[in-house]
């Protein structure tokens, strides 16, 4: 398909999706439709299962699917191993992003990227190349190059972890990126900074899924869609209105309303 | 765990092939006359077959030790084949004449013999068995007076310096091992670079055992006189077989004045199955002596052997003179690696390091044995000492036993240690990166182990580095 063609086919398409950790049912049924060249915003409350989704699509096994189907691009995404997925283009910026200490970020980022370039038979990059590609990337999100050679995420502050993160997403350029609260713990210049890295990934053959707590982020990226989750599914979803709306209303009312069982089919919420 | 890092675990040990080649071996069992048949079969001069009687003596009074943190069932000293060689065909000319299946045996391991498919700038003594087949580069060091030969030949040819330093590092009675092995060595290495010459090329000699109910005893002599600077590597692998078969070896170091020799060991001897059937029981004595300004230092990585058993040491003699160790020790299935070093402070000023890395994995027990000790006119002795341990999986044990003494109170000595797991977290990090378990599993344990990797000569840091990650496959279950 040319891009052109790509544009506005669903990129990720989740139907009735179930999970369980333990004998806790977290994702009830939820269904999502991401389209190409979308950024979307999954809002709700602690607890709604936002984080859960965001693992059991990127193949985290501390929950078990119990039901329903997701796809990436056509391609059966839970019947894939997490490297595969990774390889097939889905991307998952890390709430708490791991430290794995003597491994240089630099090495790490080369290694990652190359795993992937040859699982889809594409030529591998060499160092110097890549010390190039990645010093652009650097720039575009404000890291200064001296944290390349240090252990991954080594010592690094939360900050600079989730600009860590946003780094690794504009060199692997994935299809679908998954952030789970990437906005957590970060003041106003690295939420620019990781805002910044999000905007420059929107493409038509692209898409992005934020998984947030606040409305914060989402004056930096507007969104084409924002959905509310509660209860393990996805209840209300409607324009960037909404999470101003959540802003100001907070999420007391919605939790409410799912006990009393307002949300049995998801509600659409016309701009 | 996941069923990828359980069947990472799995993993085969690659340099397990035999080579048919005609043996000279004695019967099996030891005495008196089968150490004086050993040094009758290598024309020994008579100081040498007194060493040898002297050692044998005292073995009889000794008893095996028992302080390790390691389990095997007793080893009988009778049922070892104490020599073994491969037949000659000829008195060797040149390199090209060596037997071509033992040529092939080498080039298997990656270790041809031919010069001109060397690596440019390493000498190679190949030992398979108990004797010395080849060495490599030989004109090349003599040019310089370096002195790199067998063990044998070091006997035959320079006799003087043999008899002054043999036993001058680990003497004769120095332990159970060190003890059996000065009574039966065999063969072995031997370098001396004479005063202020800096070894252009890195010597480094690779052990073989072939042979079944083989043990090897080896002994390696290194002298690096005043000024000198060497630069040594080991390499060892063994054919797979079922029954458990022993290593005893002593080296032994000398750094005169201003020397300095960086000895670096890559030990993959074959570790056994994953049942703990079989493997090599590496028991090992080094030691360096450092006299004034000169410096010693051990970089180890110790994948292989069903049991390692070893302390490389530094006896800082002489003033301001510098010991280090760098260690990587790695213990899967159910291997067992008891291994450390002892820091000796005697002149003034002395230093040292120790950094220790153990990873253990699926039931593999790794210790951490060391001792720094300062005696009383070692003035402004320092020590710093760091264990680390990475355990993988939930059945391994880490074990770390440091031992300090200090008898001097101006002396500085620090130890850290920490302990920490291959977390799933991180694992799956790795992946959703696109990078396949066992390459995460085998990243992360180089990322532990880097300060001690990049202390190895660049050729053999990439080669460890690979051992280390297929050591590891199947580490989890």
Redesign the interface.
């Known amino acids: 398909m040319s891009p052109k063609e790509q544009e506005n086919q669903p990129i990720l398409a989740v139907e009735g999706l179930r999970a369980r950790i333990g004998d806790r049912e977290i994702l009830t049924g939820l269904s999502l439709t991401v389209n190409a060249g979308q950024v979307h915003a999954i809002m709700g409350p602690n607890g709604s299962g936002k984080s859960t989704l965001a693992g059991v699509l990127?193949?985290?096994?501390t929950a078990e699917v119990t039901g329903g189907t997701a796809r990436l691009d056509g391609r059966d995404l839970l019947a894939m191993?997490?490297?595969d997925?990774?390889?097939a283009g889905l991307?998952?910026g890390?709430q708490?992003?791991?430290e794995?200490?003597?491994?240089g970020n630099l090495y790490?980022l080369r290694?990652?990227l190359n795993?992937?370039r040859k699982?889809r038979g594409e030529e591998e990059i060499d160092a110097v190349d890549f010390l190039e590609f990645a010093k652009e990337k650097m720039k575009s999100v404000e890291m200064d190059p001296a944290f390349m050679s240090r252990?991954?995420n080594e010592g690094f502050s939360g900050g600079e972890k989730k600009r860590n993160e946003v780094l690794?997403m504009a060199v692997?350029e994935p299809r679908l990126a998954i952030l789970d609260e990437i906005d957590s713990g970060l003041d106003i210049d690295a939420l620019r900074v990781v805002a910044r890295g999000v905007e420059a990934l929107r493409s038509p053959v692209r898409s992005t899924v934020l998984v947030t707590h606040y409305q914060r982020l989402l004056e930096y990226v507007v969104p084409d869609v924002v959905h509310v989750m509660a209860a393990g599914r996805i209840v209300l979803s409607g324009g960037r209105e909404l999470a101003l709306e959540l802003e100001k209303k907070g999420y007391a009312w919605i939790d409410e309303e799912a006990r009393r069982g307002a949300f049995a089919e998801p509600v659409q919420v016309s701009p | 765990m996941t069923d990828a890092l359980r069947d990472l675990t799995e993993q085969k040990y690659k340099y397990g092939f035999v080579t048919d080649i005609d043996e000279d071996r004695i019967p099996k069992g030891l005495t008196e006359d089968v150490v004086r048949l050993i040094s009758r079969k290598k024309s020994e001069p008579q100081f040498l077959l007194d060493f040898r009687l002297k050692a044998f003596r005292h073995w009889l009074t000794m008893e095996e030790p028992g302080w390790a943190h390691i389990q095997h069932p007793p080893i009988d000293y009778q049922d070892i084949v104490y020599y073994s060689a491969p037949k000659p065909k000829k008195k060797l000319a040149s390199m090209d004449e060596v037997d071509p299946e033992l040529r092939d045996a080498f080039k298997k391991l990656g270790i041809p013999l031919e010069e001109q498919a060397r690596l440019a700038n390493v000498a190679v003594d190949a030992v398979f068995d108990s004797v010395s087949v080849a060495t490599t580069f030989k004109k090349k060091l003599a040019d310089l007076g370096v002195i790199f030969c067998s063990f044998s030949e070091a006997v035959k040819e320079h006799p003087e310096i043999v008899e002054r330093y043999l036993g001058s590092v680990v003497p004769y009675s120095d332990n159970y091992f060190a003890t059996l092995n000065s009574a039966v060595f065999s063969d072995g290495s031997f370098a001396y670079v004479p005063k202020g010459v800096r070894c252009p090329m890195e010597l480094s000699t690779y052990f073989r055992i072939n042979a079944a109910d083989t043990g090897q005893f080896e002994r390696t002599l290194l002298v690096a006189d005043e000024g000198a600077y060497v630069s040594y590597l080991e390499g060892c692998t063994a054919p797979v077989r079922d029954k458990n078969q022993l290593h005893a070896a002593v080296v032994e170091l000398v750094a005169l004045d201003r020397a300095e020799i960086k000895y670096s060991t890559v030990q993959n001897w074959y570790p056994g199955d994953a049942e703990g059937r079989g493997g090599i029981y590496n028991f090992v004595t080094k030691r360096g002596k450092a006299m004034r300004r000169s410096k010693i230092s051990w970089t180890q990585v110790e994948t292989g052997s069903a049991i390692t058993w070893k302390y490389p040491s530094c006896i800082l003699q002489g003033d301001e003179s510098v010991g280090e160790f760098y260690s990587v020790a790695l213990t899967n299935h159910r291997q067992q690696a008891d291994t450390g070093t002892k820091m000796i402070h005697i002149g003034k000023n002395t230093r040292s390091t120790i950094i220790s890395k153990g990873i253990s994995a699926g039931r593999g027990q790794n210790t951490y044995r060391g001792l720094v000790k300062i005696q009383k006119g070692a003035e402004n002795a320092r020590n710093y000492s760091q264990c680390d341990s990475l355990l993988i999986g939930e059945r391994c044990g880490a074990h770390t036993f440091p031992y300090i003494e200090v008898k001097n109170p101006s002396a500085r000595v620090e130890h850290e240690a920490t302990t920490s797991k291959i977390s799933e977290d991180q694992l799956f990090y790795c992946r959703q990166r696109g990078i396949k378990e066992e390459d995460a599993v085998s990243m992360i344990v180089n990322g532990f182990a880097r300060q001690v990797l990049k202390e190895l000569p660049m050729e053999f840091a990439v080669e460890a580095q690979k051992l280390l990650g297929m050591s590891l496959e199947g580490s989890v279950g």
Do not use: D, K
Not at chain 1, 58 to 61: H, P, S
């Open positions: 990127a193949g985290r096994e191993s997490p490297e997925r990774a390889i991307f998952l890390f708490y992003p791991v794995i200490p003597g491994v790490f290694t990652a795993a992937q699982s252990g991954l690794q692997l």
